[in-house]
């Protein structure tokens, strides 16, 4: 929880050849808000980050978050993304996944709905076999 920008910058300066999208979550965005100051620091051209803001910490028990009161467009904008966006409407977010990638690391934020699927699949391999697939992946080029 609160890696995925972290980790998304990293990949995007290591590998410039590549479009890193990072989907992050609005409580695990709150717990790392430093990484976004990061992110703008570095500006890799080659980053897009989309919050998905659901107002709760789903994944350990749906508390809420400060998020409502939170504008991390504002955020990110001051942090130094190119682009930086928020809202509900899916239309705003497509358009903003097909437009060209900018000089810099481009951000949106989703409103959407809390709760989890019943039936929604959790992980059937371990930590370490994610990240040996993860590196085996990379290593060779995204194919």
């Known amino acids: 929880m609160g890696c995925v920008i972290p980790w998304a910058l990293g990949l995007a300066l290591a590998r410039p050849?590549?479009?890193?999208?990072?989907?992050?979550?609005?409580?695990?965005?709150?717990?790392r808000m430093g990484a976004m100051a990061s992110v703008g620091a570095y500006g890799p051209p080659?980053?897009?980050?989309?919050?998905?803001?659901?107002?709760?910490?789903?994944?350990?028990g749906g508390q809420a978050t400060v998020s409502p009161s939170i504008s991390f467009a504002g955020v990110a904008a001051a942090c130094g993304y190119s682009r930086a966006i928020?809202?509900?409407?899916?239309g705003?977010?497509?358009?903003?996944?097909?437009e060209p990638w900018r000089s810099g690391p481009s951000f949106?934020?989703?409103?959407?709905?809390?709760g989890t699927p019943a039936d929604l699949p959790r992980p059937s391999i371990s930590p370490a076999a994610v990240k040996t697939r993860f590196m085996r992946h990379f290593a060779g080029g995204a194919r």
């Open 46 to 60: 080659n980053l897009k980050h989309l919050l998905l803001d659901n107002g709760a910490h789903d994944s350990t």
């Open 92 to 98: 705003d977010l497509v358009a903003w996944l097909e």
């Open 17 to 31: 050849d590549l479009k890193v999208l990072a989907v992050d979550g609005d409580g695990a965005a709150l717990m």
């Open 86 to 90: 928020e809202g509900d409407d899916l």
């Open 108 to 114: 949106a934020r989703l409103w959407i709905r809390s």
